[in-house]
């Protein structure tokens, strides 16, 4: 093979630069959140806490979102017709 048939060519090369220059864009933005956070006073530590209970949540939340649509099933009805049996809000 041709050194080049491994290279990008023109259009997926600038589609790269676009994503490159976005990626870092929002690296810039988080840097900024992070600094404007410590300003406000929370640690590294506290943030960092914050964010691994927030993907825990969210593991939780996914697995009870599961659940209700496999019983849903089960039940032959709409997932969100189980909400109100569970207390849930549709927002949850």
Do not use: F
Not at 4 to 28: F, M, T, V
Not at 35 to 44: D, N, P, R, T, V
Not at 51 to 56: G, K
């Amino acid at each position: 093979p041709s050194p080049r048939s491994w290279q990008p060519n023109g259009a997926n090369s600038e589609a790269l630069r676009c994503e490159i220059e976005e990626l870092k864009q929002k690296d810039l933005a988080l840097d900024q959140e992070i600094a404007q956070l410590l300003s406000e006073g929370y640690s590294l530590e506290e943030l960092e806490q914050h964010i691994s209970l927030l993907h825990e949540y969210n593991d939780i939340k996914d697995a009870g979102q599961m659940l209700l649509g496999k019983l849903a099933v089960i039940r032959g009805v709409a997932t969100k017709q189980l909400y109100p049996e569970y207390d849930l809000e549709l927002s949850d």
